[in-house]
């Protein structure tokens, strides 16, 4: 299948496409690998996908907090938030429980693994 690129015939890399609020939603680079983003109604982005198959999701509390991400190869977080914002309970899927630095190193890992190509 054809990407949007390659459909559109574009030459100009890297290609992108914004929504009406200035949001990146797509976005494909000159050897076809591309991304896809969805966005709450705050602009935060809540779903990102590409071209291997690789995607997460997020969800976020009425204050904005992420509460919830998960990614395709299985692997989840669960956190909560006080009145104040602050993170009181975090767990992960691999049974880890834990605070920022081991949140941080699970972020960064998932990203590391699909950087851009």
Known sequence: MKTIAQQLKIKDFP???????????Y??????FWWEWEHD???KVIYCGDSDGFWWKRER???GNEIY???SDGS???R???TNGNEIYCEYSDGVSGGK????AWLRAKTDQHKEK
């Open 15 to 25: 290609f992108r496409i914004n929504d009406k609020d200035g949001n990146a939603i």
């Open 27 to 32: 976005c494909e680079h000159s050897n076809g």
């Open 41 to 43: 109604a705050n602009g």
């Open 61 to 63: 509390d009425a204050n």
């Open 69 to 71: 991400g998960e990614n």
């Open 76 to 78: 989840w977080c669960k």
């Open 80 to 82: 909560e938030f006080d």
């Open 101 to 104: 630095k081991h949140r941080s």
